[in-house]
């Protein structure tokens, strides 16, 4: 529902006042595919900079990178208070589009921009909501997925749907990848959806609640694996998990590390690469916990496996 009547001329401008949302590299496909097309936002919203890495480096997210590269300002709050909410709002949006945010906006926000928040999700709404819709089709083996345009509301990709588009799996998508390319695609319906929403010529459709399915946050855990699982499955978690967190088995430890000190009963091995030929999947390259990587191959021979 339009809130508020803004003046056609200028809603109808390519280069119209809007307020991007979105934190990661996926965010930045999105806004590279909105740039080539001539939609600039006013503001980049996302989140601060983090430290990263085992030398716990403090790291700007892509989306600022983006920002700084366009010379776009910047607000990065840790949550949206207020005062972040005033902030954003003294920029007069008409629409704002979020992709890749994960964080919950307020409706005192969400109701004060005319024209709505436009949410690129990464999955056939309402299938797989949550914060990990690109990996849950690979785990499942689904044969396809696509991307959906919302219009936000409080709950989490809850909001009549805009507009979607459907792509064909072929079962060796890795997520990220397969997110890199939604991500793109979702910017590229926006293109063509904005200025037709901005006009009144979208009508808005519910989700079938009923429908609905969710993905969770992705731990650690989800990658702890055994060698003797069915090798599709596994194909398949190294595909979702690749590159983070990264598959890993735990075989018994004979070895006692610092002398005097009780030895961990597991050791802990990170896969670095593996394929998967003639229904097989084979690590090729693996890292023993505290130790540098090695083949497989001498892996197995060293430890008898």
């Known amino acids: 529902m339009l809130k508020k009547f803004y003046p056609k001329t200028i809603l109808l401008m390519k280069n119209n006042n809007f307020i991007f949302f979105g934190t990661p590299d996926y965010a930045v496909h999105t806004l590279e595919s909105l740039k080539l097309s001539g939609f600039l936002p006013s503001l ?16 700007a997210p892509p989306a ?60 056939l709404l309402p299938k797989y909501r949550g914060p990990a819709p690109e990996i849950a089709p690979i785990l499942n083996g689904d044969t396809k997925t696509g991307v959906t345009i919302i219009l936000l509301d409080q709950l989490v990709d ?12 072929n079962g ?30 979208i009508n808005s459709t519910d989700q079938d609640h009923t429908q609905a399915t969710l993905t969770y946050k992705t731990k650690k855990l989800d990658a702890k694996i055994n060698l003797s699982d069915d090798p ?22 004979p070895h006692q590390t610092k002398l005097g000190a009780k030895p961990p009963s597991k050791l802990h091995v990170k896969i ?9 999947f084979t690590p090729t390259l693996v890292t023993p916990e505290g130790k540098k990587p090695i083949t497989f191959t001498e892996f197995k021979k060293a430890h008898k496996i």
């Open 232 to 253: 599709k499955i596994l194909w398949a978690k190294w595909r979702a998990y690749y590159p983070w967190p990264g598959l890993y088995f735990e075989i018994d430890n």
């Open 172 to 201: 060796n998508e890795f997520s990220h990848d397969l997110a890199k390319n939604l991500f793109e695609i979702g910017g590229k319906m926006l293109v063509n959806i904005i200025p037709k929403w901005l006009e009144g010529k």
């Open 158 to 169: 809850h909001g009549p749907i805009l507009a979607q588009e459907e792509i064909v799996l």
């Open 272 to 280: 670095n690469k593996a394929i998967f030929a003639d229904n097989q």
């Open 64 to 123: 600022k990178l983006f920002a700084l590269q366009n010379n776009m300002p910047i607000l990065q709050p840790t949550k949206i208070d207020q005062a972040t909410v005033d902030g954003i709002l003294k920029y007069a949006p008409a629409y704002a589009v979020v992709a890749a945010y994960g964080k919950i906006l307020p409706n005192i926000l969400l109701d004060a921009v005319p024209y709505g928040f436009l949410n690129v999700h990464p999955s």
């Open 44 to 59: 980049i919203v996302c989140s601060p900079d983090a430290k990263v890495g085992r030398k716990q480096i403090l790291t």
